[in-house]
């Protein structure tokens, strides 16, 4: 795989987390200057993805799974990488289960929700061809679909009123004691695919800061946008606020009266690339760690437990509730792992084989 279909897929598993649960959780974490705990989010990022790849860059022949398990064996690797599957797991459930809600409110209000979680059959199957065919099919979908999302931010645009900007700054830092603020972190976990990755495929840390630069301006987008339009009070009640500020789009084309529609479709077809790099990611995991068996067998395996978990999810508190509780299993994963990754990389240094 090039680096340049790398860095296209870190882009599209990143993206397509910001739209729905991360504005709704930034907007609990602060009353005032959202902007800082966005920003705290993408620095953290960057720090343990440099710790992370410089880590794993000690080890060229090995990936992820083949550091811990040269330096803490294989059981000690289970333990420690096994709260990085339940993460994800429980992270493509819950996020995508609230997208698919999304489906089920806005555009098919009378098909039963085990019908739309069928949907989670299109993943699976993508993750059951590879992460090779899960890049190049990504960024096919993706070119099809990225005009129309920036259409859809940029149109917005002219109903903001610049006042519900302030105020700008939380002097106290507040939101650091928040639990939405450890909720809101989920997107950043999206580097953490490509210690699964060889090392001739992994891009260079600097363009990958490149990258997490430019994300961060979507990442501010998904919050302000809403916001700047309904105001920060406002928007607290709001469950979808990237599509209902789409809904206040006038364009006198009528194509685009179905703006939120066409959003709410994009969306879905970009998260289910993200979607497929979790599943596959969990394969890997549980394949090599814990269960040699076929690939294919394991996806299935995932997908019935995915729907199944869904499924038994009664109502959108409840689904709130554990996008909270998963908030530990995103921490440990997002710090722990890249820092374990750097202290044996030390080690490795220290004492050569």
Same mark, same amino acid.
Request: proline letters at 8%; glycine letters at 6%; charged letters at 15%.
């Given at each position: 795989m090039s680096k340049r279909l790398l860095l296209t897929l870190f882009f599209i598993v990143h993206i397509s987390l910001f739209y729905y649960v991360y504005p709704v959780k930034i907007i609990e974490t602060a009353s005032k200057g959202h902007w800082e705990p966005i920003l705290t989010g993408f620095l953290a990022e960057l720090a343990f993805m440099w710790m992370y790849l410089k880590g794993l860059s000690r080890f060229p022949?090995?990936?992820?799974?083949?550091?811990?398990?040269?330096k803490s064996g294989k059981w000690l690797s289970a333990v420690l990488l096994v709260p990085l599957a339940i993460f994800l797991f429980l992270d493509l459930n819950l996020i995508h289960r609230?997208? #698919?809600? !999304?489906?089920?409110?806005?555009?098919?209000?009378?098909?039963?929700? &085990?019908?739309?979680?069928?949907?989670?059959?299109? $993943?699976c199957y993508i993750a059951w061809k590879g992460i090779e065919a899960i890049a190049r099919g990504g960024v096919a979908l993706f070119i099809c679909v990225a005009p129309l999302i920036l259409f859809s931010l940029v149109s917005g645009v002219k109903n903001m009123d610049i006042h519900n900007i302030f105020p700008l700054f939380d002097a106290q830092l507040?939101?650091?004691?928040?639990?939405?603020? #450890?909720? !809101?972190?989920?997107?950043?976990?999206?580097?953490?695919?490509?210690? &699964?990755?060889?090392?001739?495929?992994?891009p260079a $840390?600097?363009?990958?800061?490149?990258?997490?630069?430019?994300?961060?301006?979507?990442?501010?987008?998904s919050v302000y946008l809403p916001m700047l339009i309904f105001g920060p009070e406002a928007i607290l009640s709001f469950r979808y606020p990237n599509v209902l500020t789409l809904d206040t789009v006038d364009n006198e084309w009528v194509v685009f009266d179905w703006l939120p529609t066409f959003f709410?479709? !994009?969306?879905?077809?970009?998260?289910?690339?993200?979607?497929?790099v979790s599943l596959w990611v969990i394969t890997t995991l549980i394949q090599r760690?814990?269960?040699?068996?076929?690939?294919?067998?394991?996806?299935?395996a995932l997908g019935l437990l995915s729907y199944g978990f869904s499924a038994f999810i009664p109502n959108m508190d409840s689904l709130e509730q554990l996008v909270t509780m998963n908030s530990v299993f995103c921490v440990y994963s997002i710090c722990v792992v890249p820092v374990t990754v750097w202290l044996m990389s030390l080690h490795d240094r220290?004492?050569?084989a």
């Open positions: 022949d090995k990936d992820v799974i083949g550091v811990y398990r040269q609230y997208e #698919y809600e !999304s489906v089920n409110v806005l555009l098919l209000p009378k098909t039963p929700t &085990l019908f739309i979680l069928l949907l989670y059959s299109i $993943p507040s939101y650091l004691k928040r639990p939405a603020f #450890y909720a !809101s972190l989920f997107p950043h976990a999206g580097f953490l695919f490509l210690g &699964l990755m060889p090392k001739k495929s992994k $840390p600097l363009q990958l800061s490149y990258l997490l630069a430019v994300l961060f301006i979507f990442g501010l987008a709410v479709i !994009s969306m879905i077809g970009v998260s289910m690339v993200e979607s497929a760690l814990l269960l040699p068996v076929g690939r294919g067998w394991i996806v299935i220290r004492n050569p």
